[in-house]
Structure formats: structure tokens, C-alpha cells
């Protein structure tokens, strides 16, 4: 399967600054999903992202395709502690593989 | 509707032992999969199956067997557990044919191996 990195692995913010993870592959992806999991949770999807040059938003995130699909972004305006979790983003295929996640971490 | 149920939540095993951990979906979904997740390891797919009666290897199989012989429920055994497999692991199952749908996950299973 198509492997999708992610960077960066960790990232601590304090609470109202942005944040922004993103997913990076070697080869042509033919969508990108990115999943949420609280700690202690299970991931949770929260988008999916097809096309070339693709920007969603969801209230305070907004997901990015690239243009060459080989990469996505997710960005979060003006964290809040409810933003704490693992971010991953996800290739199609039968493999199914994850990228290792961006852990975020807001202090009030 | 339950959606992907695991069982069980927490077990604690000695080295040697064999388990099984079962997964149940009530959404009819075709595709089933098993990952462990570690620190800084992200999610591993350990195997996964397109259908009942099928199964495949993922990324890191090793030490673990699967079954699917009813469409709704997909087994992950351990025949000897080893300290290297503790760790949670998590279900997930999908109804797109074209594997580009959403996955839903159960609530994973938290295994010790002591």
C-alpha cells in the first residue's frame, strides 16, 4: 500500500494559537481521510478529501489536498482544549495504512 | 444500532496463553480490519478481510490468526501470547466496495501480556 507520512509527530500549543499537521506521500494518493482520536478514544473520521487542490472546512479546520495529490494539510484556527488528540490522515486502498499521527497538545 | 463492538475491553494474559479478541459489526459492512496501536507507532494494520470467508495479511501478521466465517464478526487470535503484544487494538469496518469510505472503529481492547 501507499505509505503517507506525517509531520510533525508532536506539537504543543497554548490554547487560541494555530495549528497545522500534514500528510506526505511519495506517490499519487486517489483520496486522503483524516481521523481524530481523543486520548483514551477510538479515531474518529472527520473528512475525506478527493480531488486535486480539494479545501474543506469544518467550523475552526480546514483540510487541504495538494494539487499533485501527494500531500493534505490539516489546519485548526485559534485552538481549544477540546482539540487535544491525534490527528491522522489516511490513504485509500485495501491496505488501509495510517500515517503515525500528530499528537496536539493545548494548554489553557 | 451498536456499530463495531469489541470484546473484551481489558485482559491481562501470561506469556504462553492464547486469547481471542471478537469483533462485531451490526452495519451489514463487507470490509473488516484489525489494528494495534502503540506509542509513536500510530495505527498497524495486522490483517484484515474483504468478506466472509476471506482474509489477508497486513502490515505486521505476525503472532496473530483471523477469521471471518460470518459476515458480521471478525476474530483476532493469539495462539502464545508474547510481552510484544501488549498493546490496544483496535477493529474497524467499512461498506465501501471501493475502500474509499469512512471507517468505523469499535472501542478498542487493551491487552497485558505479562
Known amino acids: 500500500g501507499q505509505q503517507v507520512m506525517q509531520i510533525p509527530q508532536y506539537q504543543h500549543v497554548q490554547e487560541g494559537e494555530d495549528f497545522t499537521t500534514y500528510c506526505n506521500s511519495s506517490?499519487?494518493?486517489?483520496?486522503i481521510q483524516w481521523y481524530k482520536q481523543r486520548p483514551g478514544g477510538h479515531p474518529v473520521f472527520l473528512i475525506q478529501?478527493?480531488?486535486?487542490?480539494e479545501v474543506k472546512k469544518q467550523k475552526r479546520l480546514t483540510f487541504q489536498f495538494g494539487e499533485a495529490k501527494k500531500n493534505s494539510s490539516l489546519h485548526i484556527t485559534a485552538t481549544q482544549t477540546t482539540d487535544v488528540g491525534t490527528y491522522f490522515c489516511k490513504n485509500s486502498g485495501y491496505a488501509l495504512n495510517f500515517g503515525k499521527g500528530t499528537s496536539l497538545l493545548v494548554t489553557p | 444500532n451498536a456499530g463495531v463492538t469489541q470484546t473484551p475491553k481489558f485482559r491481562v494474559l501470561k506469556t504462553g496463553q492464547s486469547m481471542t479478541l471478537l469483533c462485531a459489526q451490526d452495519m451489514n459492512h463487507e470490509y473488516m480490519y484489525w489494528y494495534r496501536q502503540d506509542p509513536g507507532m500510530g495505527l498497524r494494520l495486522i490483517h484484515y478481510?474483504?468478506?466472509?470467508?476471506?482474509?489477508a495479511k497486513g502490515e505486521v501478521p505476525d503472532g496473530y490468526n483471523v477469521s471471518r466465517l460470518k459476515k458480521q464478526n471478525f476474530l483476532l487470535g493469539l495462539e502464545s501470547a508474547a510481552p510484544s503484544q501488549t498493546s490496544v487494538y483496535f477493529c474497524?469496518?467499512?461498506?465501501?466496495?471501493?475502500?474509499?469510505?469512512?471507517?468505523?472503529f469499535g472501542e478498542g481492547s487493551r491487552l497485558t501480556v505479562l
Open positions: 474497524a469496518s467499512t461498506p465501501d466496495r471501493l475502500n474509499t469510505g469512512e471507517l468505523f
Open positions: 506517490t499519487t494518493l486517489s483520496n
Open positions: 478529501l478527493v480531488k486535486s487542490g
Open positions: 478481510s474483504v468478506g466472509e470467508g476471506t482474509t
